[in-house]
């Protein structure tokens, strides 16, 4: 094992700014407000299960599957883009109680928004840059950070308020509706 602080700070820091956990909080906020509860606890554990399980196998399973990154990412994409209309706009697109009991904290919060295409494609890449145990160890405090976010969603809501949770929903709305436009324009064209 070859562990390099550079290669782990810097897998960390793209990592992070991937899944942007911090811009995520109006989601975690509004998943919490329609379904009760955030299982911090299960989102972070099936985040980093299809982190790393997509690390190790992504590339094979998508070639099984006929499916190319692009079409993968594009797919996410869609995905992040109907989320952030549904921020922006103020309806409901993915219904409450369509989702089971104890899934919100899976479907769309461990993926898509966490554990995304964007986050999956940038494991990939990454594979090609740096060490494979650099990685995870950049994982694994993503991991952490996301937890601790996660965990702290009630109070950061109260920190916030009505209006300013409010405000940060649109606006986050608009940013996720635009990194989703660019995903698609970067993959298509």
Not at 1 to 6: A, D, G, I, P
Not at 11 to 25: A, E, P, Q, W, Y
Not at 95 to 117: D, N, R
Request: aromatic letters at 8%.
């Amino acid at each position: 094992m070859h562990f390099n602080l550079k290669e782990i700070i810097s897998s960390s820091l793209i990592l992070f700014s991937v899944i942007d956990i911090l811009g995520s909080i109006p989601i975690i906020i509004d998943l919490r407000k329609k379904n009760g509860n955030i299982h911090a606890e299960q989102a972070t554990l099936v985040s980093g299960a299809i982190m790393i399980g997509f690390f190790f196998a992504g590339k094979f399973i998508l070639h099984l599957l006929g499916v190319d990154t692009n079409s993968f990412a594009v797919a996410g994409a869609l995905i992040i883009f109907l989320i952030g209309l549904e921020m922006t706009l103020g309806r409901n697109i993915f219904k409450a109680e369509e989702i089971q009991s104890g899934t919100h904290s899976i479907v769309p919060l461990a993926f898509p928004v966490i554990a995304g295409a964007g986050t999956m494609t940038t494991l990939i890449s990454l594979k090609s840059q740096f060490e494979e145990e650099n990685i995870i160890i950049s994982i694994l405090i993503n991991l952490i950070f996301i937890y601790l976010v996660l965990r702290s969603s009630v109070w950061i809501e109260k920190k916030l308020g009505n209006v300013g949770t409010q405000i940060l929903r649109k606006v986050f709305g608009v940013i996720l509706i635009a990194i989703a436009i660019k995903i698609i324009k970067t993959r298509l064209f």
